[in-house]
RNA sequence: GGCCCUAUCGUCUAGCCCGGUCUAGGACACCUCCCUUUCACGGAGGUAACAGGGGUUCGAAUCCCCUUAGGGUCACCA
């Protein structure tokens, strides 16, 4: 039996809307790209009543194995992306999502199904087997190049007599199998880019097997996609020539060919490729920027640090990369969709912004969420030309979003991302206090770490709080006539009556205050008591400050303020 | 370098397929002013683009060609 007429009821899936697929390559990190490319396939499909599948492409041994390698399923998951089919992942709220009737979903685990394949082409005349070795190609390879030409596959194997490929076989001879290109120009259909056809000898045989007997991503792809009945193949534009090569696999094996649409690719504002990479460059640069020869005590190991800098193609892994960040001061770019978390983005709003970055529904609507993309996205609307990920624009959104949800959303999900990043500053402080502190700074986040990153001073011991030597807390504190910390001192007696400690109350004492000895301007004393209780000038509103630190710390603070600083 | 693709404000884009309604619209950023106890938010205004050159046409951002620029791809990676 031929292994094509048990390809498994493929007219089926053509009357139950389409089905793609997302197929990454293991990762314990999804990056925007590849995020932005499952937000448009599920899209695509679930608008439509299809599927959506997902499918690891480890038929890399060098790049997979460790267990962390589906890491990346739970980012998609807090997208709010959802599989019907693919590998089995288990949600925080216990539900789970994936399996289903055409696994595995682990190409590593399908190699039996290739082989088949392969084997018939082989049979057929269709592929061959191939027996140069890696340093004979790359010495052709430089060849052409030297001359200036493409290099294509010589065909040096298909000039063996079958007993000499027999007898290398036989001999334990490493082979690779190819492809057996026919002659002629192909033509790419493309939803998105249209056609584009490739003149004849472009593509060459290529290796559809490899020598350790794992198949080509080429192979497995066109596979997989025939038995999982994908029907639309969206992906990004750098497989565009590659499908090509999957087109002459269809037609060798008989396959139906799916819908083509290349996605554009998403690139740093200057035009180059968002990369992992690119957290280790800020970090390199800054490094450079301070002169530092040796590693900020407690960040990274020194042989690692040696390492690092030694090699630009080492990276540093995460955490280290984290606590260098920190140290030196600098804000690592966001590239993977957990880094977009962590810094306090929300999901709805990275799925809005990605879908705006190649795609748009027109009539300047740009506001939306997953269910109006799943109704409207569709692809000749995506953009054919790369676009440059404007994260200013992404922490606007970000802005709109959490000041336009109500008290008590924001609230929650400010707590909850403080448990998963900043459990110690979380344990400084009381549930009313906490409660206060949320309430005023809702209205100032642009995103859920700003409560965290700017109220240090809640979580600083009253007597380790420096004040910052600026010119700001010198104008507020030194300048002037009466100078801010004697208007201070002034203030203190009538604070220290203040019985109960409320923002309200506070309030009409300062304001109290400012009327008979500012002509009513309330600043004169606002910023001195905010340097005093805070080290900066920068706080929430200066009573809900007060009321936040409680009177006894707040009382603590000003008074050595005064005395360091008067 | 070969092949393929693309080209509207600084950025994301609308308009292009079905030429006139485009002295090109929106958003982010930027600038000015207002609000204001700091920082933000908010409000009002403003600067800012059809890559260049040829055609076709009464008329082109829209159609055609060339140039230029950018991107992708040329692996036993995906």
């Given at each position: 039996m031929s292994p094509t007429s048990s390809s498994p009821d493929s007219n089926a899936a053509a009357s139950a809307g389409p089905v793609t697929r997302f197929a990454p390559s293991p990762s314990g990190h999804l990056h925007v790209g590849?995020?932005?490319?499952?937000?448009?396939?599920w899209a695509f499909a679930r608008g439509r009543g299809g599927k959506f599948l997902l499918r690891i492409e480890d038929t890399d041994q060098k790049?997979?194995?460790?267990?962390?390698?589906?890491?990346?399923?739970?980012?998609?998951?807090?997208?709010?992306?959802?599989?019907?089919?693919?590998?089995?992942f288990t949600r925080p709220d216990g539900t789970i999502v994936g399996g289903g009737p055409h696994g595995p979903y682990f190409q590593s685990e399908r190699l039996d199904i290739y082989n088949r394949y392969i084997d018939q082409l082989v049979r057929e005349g269709k592929a061959y087997f191939a027996f140069d070795t890696p340093e004979e190609l790359d010495a052709k390879r430089k060849a052409a190049t030297a001359a200036k030409l493409a290099y294509r596959y010589d065909r040096a194997a298909l000039k063996l007599s079958p007993a000499e490929v027999e007898a290398n076989?036989?001999?334990?001879?490493?082979?690779v199998v190819r492809c057996k290109v026919p002659a002629g120009a192909i033509t790419i259909h493309d939803l998105i880019l249209g056609d584009a056809t490739l003149p004849d000898g472009e593509v060459d045989d290529f290796v559809?097997?490899?020598?350790?007997?794992?198949?080509?991503?080429?192979?497995a792809v066109v596979v997989d996609d025939e038995l999982m009945q994908v029907t639309h193949v969206l992906r990004a534009q750098e497989h565009f020539t590659n499908t090509a090569k999957h087109m002459v696999l269809q037609d060798a094996l008989g396959f139906r060919r799916p819908?083509?649409?290349h996605l554009p690719i998403i690139s740093n504002p200057d035009g180059s490729k968002m990369s992992k990479r690119d957290k280790d460059k800020a970090l390199r640069a800054a490094v450079q920027a301070k002169g530092l020869t040796a590693p900020p005590t407690g960040t990274v190991a020194q042989e690692r640090w040696t390492k690092w800098l030694g090699d630009k193609n080492v990276q540093l892994d995460f955490d280290d990369a984290l606590r260098l960040a920190e140290a030196l001061d600098v804000t690592l770019p966001e590239i993977n969709v957990d880094d977009?978390?962590?810094?306090?983005?929300?999901?709805?709003?990275?799925?809005?912004?990605?879908?705006?970055?190649?795609w748009s529904p027109g009539e300047n609507v740009e506001k939306f969420d997953t269910a109006f993309l799943q109704q409207r996205f569709d692809l000749p609307r995506v953009q054919k030309t790369a676009a440059k990920f404007d994260r200013m624009k992404l922490l606007a959104f970000n802005c709109d979003a959490i000041t336009g949800m109500d008290r008590e959303r924001y609230v929650k999900l400010v707590r909850e991302h403080g448990e998963r990043y900043h459990p110690e500053f979380l344990q400084r402080l009381t549930a009313d206090q906490f409660r206060m502190l949320a309430d005023a700074s809702h209205e100032r986040s642009k995103t859920l770490e700003d409560l965290y990153k700017g109220n240090r001073w809640v979580v600083i011991a009253d007597d380790k709080l420096a004040w910052e030597d600026s010119k700001n807390v010198r104008k507020a504190m030194l300048d002037g006539s009466p100078r801010g910390v004697d208007r201070l001192?002034?203030?203190q007696p009538s604070l220290n009556a203040v019985g109960a400690w409320l923002a309200a109350d506070i309030e009409a004492v300062v304001k109290g205050y400012a009327d008979q000895h500012c002509e009513g301007q309330i600043g004169k004393v606002a910023q001195p008591l905010r340097v005093a209780v805070t080290g900066g000038t920068v706080s929430p509103p200066i009573f809900d400050t007060l009321a936040i630190l409680g009177k006894a710390s707040a009382m603590k603070r000003i008074e050595r303020c005064l005395s360091t600083m008067a």
């Open positions: 590849g995020a932005r490319t499952a937000l448009f396939c790049r997979s194995s460790d267990a962390a390698s589906v890491g990346f399923l739970k980012d998609l998951d807090w997208l709010g992306i959802d599989w019907n089919e693919g590998p089995e076989l036989k001999a334990g001879k490493p082979a559809i097997r490899k020598v350790d007997g794992f198949p080509t991503y080429h192979f819908t083509y649409g977009f978390k962590r810094s306090g983005y929300l999901p709805e709003v990275v799925c809005n912004f990605l879908a705006l970055n190649g001192r002034e203030l």
